[in-house]
Antibody, heavy 118, light 110 residues
Framework: EVQLVESGGGLVKPGGSLRLSCAAS????????INWVRQAPGKGLEWVSS????????YYADSVKGRFSISRDNAKNSVYLQMNSLRAEDTAVYYC???????????WGQGTLVTVSS | QSVLTQPPSVSAAPGQKVTISCSGS????????VSWYRQLPGTAPKLLIY???KRPSGIPDRFSASKSGTSATLAITGLQTGDEADYYC???????????FGGGTSLTVL
C-alpha cells in the first residue's frame, strides 16, 4: 500500500523548535519529490515546502523561509521538516504529500498536529 | 488572503449540479496545471482532478473540471449528501516559486 506517515508533532513554546518526519512506503521513494502542506485550525490549506528527488531543488513559502528547513534521506525513505523559531501562527496540522505523476498531490499522510503555545 | 480565489460556500440540492470557481492570474492558473481536492472533516485532502481536467482512477465521472485563461472550474453533478466537504484548487505559481491553494469552498448539499 502506498503510504505516507507523519510524526514528530506536539506542543512547543514560541521560539522553540520541532522536527517533523514523513516516512514513505509502498512506492519508489527516491523517484518522487515530497511536499509539506499545513492547515491551521479551521483554515484552508497552505503549502510550506518541497524537496526534489535528489534534494537539489528546495522551495519554501515566504511565511517559513529562514525558519524551516526541509531535507530527505532516500536510504530511509523519509523526509524531514526542521522548524525553528516557531510562532503561534505556525500552529497547524502538517501533512506531507507526494506529487502525482502528472500534477497535483495524489498521496497524503494523515497529518501531525503542531501546537505553538506558551 | 489566498492567491487563488474561491467562493467560501456553495449549496445545491441532492441530484443537482454545482460548480466551484477558482480565479488566479497569469503566473499561476494562466500558466500551470490546476488540481482540485476534496477534504472531509478531520481527514487529509484527496485529489479529485489533476492537469486541469483529468480524474485519478477511482474518481467518478460526476466530477469534472475545466480551465479557461486565469480561471478554473470544478463541476459536480448528481450531488449526494456524501459530497458535503471542503473543496480546494491548487497550482504552481511561477512568480512565487510556490504551490498556491485557493481558500477553499464549503459545499452543502441541502
Amino acid at each position: 500500500e502506498v503510504q505516507l506517515v507523519e510524526s514528530g508533532g506536539g506542543l512547543v513554546k514560541p521560539g522553540g523548535s520541532l522536527r517533523l518526519s514523513c516516512a514513505a512506503s509502498g512506492f519508489v521513494f527516491s523517484s518522487y519529490a515530497i511536499n509539506w502542506v499545513r492547515q491551521a485550525p479551521g483554515k484552508g490549506l497552505e503549502w510550506v515546502s518541497s524537496i526534489s528527488r535528489g534534494s537539489d531543488l528546495i522551495y519554501y513559502a515566504d511565511s517559513v523561509k529562514g525558519r524551516f528547513s526541509i531535507s530527505r534521506d532516500n536510504a530511509k525513505n523519509s523526509v524531514y521538516l526542521q522548524m525553528n523559531s516557531l510562532r503561534a501562527e505556525d500552529t497547524a496540522v502538517y501533512y506531507c504529500a507526494r506529487p502525482a505523476t502528472g500534477d497535483g498531490f495524489d498521496v497524503w499522510g494523515q497529518g501531525t498536529l503542531v501546537t505553538v503555545s506558551s | 488572503q489566498s492567491v487563488l480565489t474561491q467562493p467560501p460556500s456553495v449549496s445545491a440540492a441532492p441530484g443537482q449540479k454545482v460548480t466551484i470557481s477558482c480565479s488566479g492570474s497569469s503566473s499561476n492558473v494562466g500558466t500551470n496545471y490546476v488540481s482540485w481536492y476534496r477534504q472531509l472533516p478531520g481527514t487529509a485532502p484527496k485529489l479529485l482532478i489533476y492537469e486541469n481536467y483529468k480524474r485519478p482512477s477511482g474518481i467518478p465521472d460526476r466530477f469534472s473540471a475545466s480551465k479557461s485563461g486565469t480561471s478554473a472550474t470544478l463541476a459536480i453533478t448528481g450531488l449526494q449528501t456524501g459530497d458535503e466537504a471542503d473543496y480546494y484548487c491548487g497550482t504552481w505559481d511561477t512568480s512565487l516559486s510556490a504551490v498556491v491553494f485557493g481558500g477553499g469552498t464549503s459545499l452543502t448539499v441541502l
